[in-house]
């Protein structure tokens, strides 16, 4: 029977052979390369073109069949080709209408593909181009072209456009707020009394030569602890956990929470501090002890006193760096530690300097007090993150203003001594430094004004609620720009670039992206993309929307199953299944019947980058 059917098989395919007067080429084959996760894997997109009236057989027809479409990857050894190394994909998908039928010269179910189809490979990516071969086989409802191979160099792509440069950028803002943060640390009352007595503790105990490397090494065991909680905070939740924590609700509302505890605490009503027998425990260890053990120990002495007034700069720093980088959590720390650890360092070398420094005294309850309507103002933003992921409508972006806009004018009011609170003293005047701070403080109040009647407010679009949350928006470039901000699903939005001949912008946004935020106030906004975005019907996906899904929706992720309960899970699982990314904002073009236009775009305020990346077919 088996030879029967081959025998049929081979007269259909010399009669049409025999019957054509040129080569039949049914099937047209483009190939498309992408990087997933940074440059560690990569995939391949083998796209076939098919006829009309011609199908192709799909990759599983059954032994005894017609020759199905098979994809081969090799490692190409120039010299000698006998060493040429098969490439194993991690993953292979089929995107395309399958249709499968009863073959009665077959006697066999069989499977195939019509008009167009995708075979994408998920393959490691050895930094080296490779050679791919594709065999296949095509027929029509009268005859079958003989078994073909087509064979393709495989060029490895490049980063997407602007993600390397975009997650260097990431690293540095979060280095320079670490180096921000540990120098507000130093002011604090829990560290500024520290200084002097720590640097003449190593100045009396040692001769002077020893006692500037006691301090330094002093210095690097700080840096030394910080960056290691850093890693500690990467290696316990790993690199996904911490991208989920700086969007996640619960997290977010936590640290809501613990900042106004601490605005709380600086204000005077309570004291926050560690047990007192840690601290003492520490201590009398690193006096019983030499060399670098006793250094480190009395470091460990500085982390654990100063936990009051560093508790809170620490958490937001690591709350931060958690959405941006493996590496985020580390290098904020290292900033921190590194501007903590400095004046240690200088007072060790100049020890003159300490006899000019100020006194502890009612300055620093002061400061501790900025400190308070800081993390009060700050505090709202990660509500905010919340409010907008479960849909609240709590915290607008007319309330959000509204609370910022009298938070900075007290602070404003305060820095100008027309209050004070109990446990301070009366302050006699005030200096020149704190008036100029004053009338920053209420400039910045009386800049927020206009942000209530729905003016863009540019400077801090990275904490406010998106202006769409906002119900007065009285400016018509604003109101144009909020009305096009459409969250279709996404098979709606196909179909309406469909019905409209216009192309389709995927967004994939958070609720929590503070970049997303300064790309819709700075890039987005701009009058010459609104121009372009026109063209385009725009898909805002959130990856941290909590409302749940009429359906949980089980896949498989990296050899493991995954139940997607929420919209955001959903649009998060897309992004990195289909685009190989999960850092947002990140912006993908489609044409009306889904299929990608040129590479994504990610985090870059640059506006004629993204209006040339807009242009580009």
């Not at 098989?9 to 498309?32: G, Y």
Request: charged fraction near 20%.
């Amino acid at each position: 029977m088996h030879i029967k059917r081959k025998i049929l098989l081979l007269c259909s395919i010399a009669l049409c052979c025999f019957a054509q007067a040129q080569v039949l080429e049914p099937v047209h084959w483009t190939i498309s390369t992408n990087n997933l996760q940074g440059d560690s894997l990569f995939q391949v997109v083998f796209h076939a073109n098919i006829d009309k009236g011609w199908h192709l057989y799909a990759t599983d027809i059954p032994q005894g069949g017609p020759v199905a479409t098979n994809i081969e990857v090799r490692l190409h050894d120039a010299e000698n080709e006998s060493n040429d190394k098969i490439i194993v994909p991690k993953e292979i998908r089929v995107k395309g209408n399958k249709k499968e039928f009863w073959d009665e010269v077959f006697e066999m179910n069989l499977a195939y593909y019509e008009q167009e189809v995708d075979f994408i490979l998920t393959l490691p990516n050895p930094h080296v181009n490779l050679t791919a071969a594709v065999e296949y086989m095509a027929c029509n409802d009268e005859s079958c072209i003989p078994p073909a191979t087509e064979e393709f160099e495989i060029t490895m792509p490049s980063a997407s456009l602007n993600s390397a440069s975009s997650s260097q950028n990431s690293l540095w803002w979060i280095f320079l707020m670490g180096l921000l943060g540990g120098l507000l640390a130093i002011f604090t009352p829990c560290v500024w009394p520290i200084i002097p007595m720590t640097v003449s503790f190593f100045m009396k105990r040692n001769e002077s030569g020893k006692a500037l490397k006691d301090a330094i090494i002093y210095a690097v065991s700080i840096v030394v602890i910080y960056v290691g909680l850093g890693l500690i905070v990467t290696i316990i939740f790993g690199a996904s956990a911490l991208n989920d924590i700086s969007t996640n609700a619960i997290v977010n509302l936590f640290f809501f929470a613990l900042l106004v505890l601490f605005a709380l605490s600086f204000f005077g009503a309570f004291e926050i501090t560690l047990p007192a027998s840690w601290s003492t425990h520490i201590n009398s260890r690193a006096r019983s002890t030499s060399g670098i053990m006793s250094i480190l120990l009395m470091a460990f002495t500085l982390v654990i006193v100063s936990f009051s007034c560093t508790g809170p700069i620490i958490g937001t720093l690591l709350v931060e760096a958690a959405g941006k980088s493996l590496l985020a959590p580390a290098i904020g720390m290292l900033g921190f530690a590194l501007a903590l650890a400095l004046p240690f360092s200088l007072f060790a070398m100049f020890p003159d300097w300490m006899k000019k420094l100020p006194k502890s005294g009612g300055w620093m309850d002061s400061f501790k007090i900025v400190l308070a309507f800081l993390e009060l103002a700050l505090s709202l933003k990660f509500f905010s993150v919340a409010d907008l992921a479960y849909g609240w409508h709590l915290l607008d972006r007319e309330v959000f203003l509204s609370l910022w806009i009298i938070i900075f004018m007290l602070l404003g009011l305060y820095l100008l001594g027309i209050f004070h609170f109990r446990h301070e003293e009366k302050p006699q005047g005030i200096s020149v430094f704190r008036f100029f701070l004053a009338i920053c403080s209420l400039a910045f109040s009386v800049y927020m004004l206009p942000g209530l009647f729905g003016a863009p407010l540019k400077a801090i679009s990275a904490f406010a609620p998106p202006i769409y949350t906002q119900d007065w928006v009285l400016t018509d470039s604003e109101q144009k720009r909020v009305e096009n901000i459409v969250a279709y699903d996404y098979d709606d939005a196909l179909l309406k670039a469909q019905n409209e001949g216009k192309k389709v912008l995927l967004d994939f946004s958070g609720y929590g992206c503070v970049n997303c935020r300064k790309m819709e106030a700075k890039v987005l906004s701009d009058s010459r993309v609104q121009a372009k975005l026109q063209d385009f019907v725009i898909v805002t996906l959130m990856v941290d929307d909590k409302h749940k899904l009429e359906k949980p929706i089980v896949v498989t992720e990296n050899g493991k199953q995954k139940t997607l309960k929420t919209i955001g899970d959903k649009w998060s699982y897309v992004q990195r299944k289909e685009y190989g990314a999960n850092a947002q904002p990140f912006y993908v073009k489609l044409t009306s019947d889904g299929k990608q236009i040129g590479k994504a775009y990610s985090y870059n305020e640059d506006i004629q980058e993204f209006l040339d990346w807009l242009d580009k077919e």
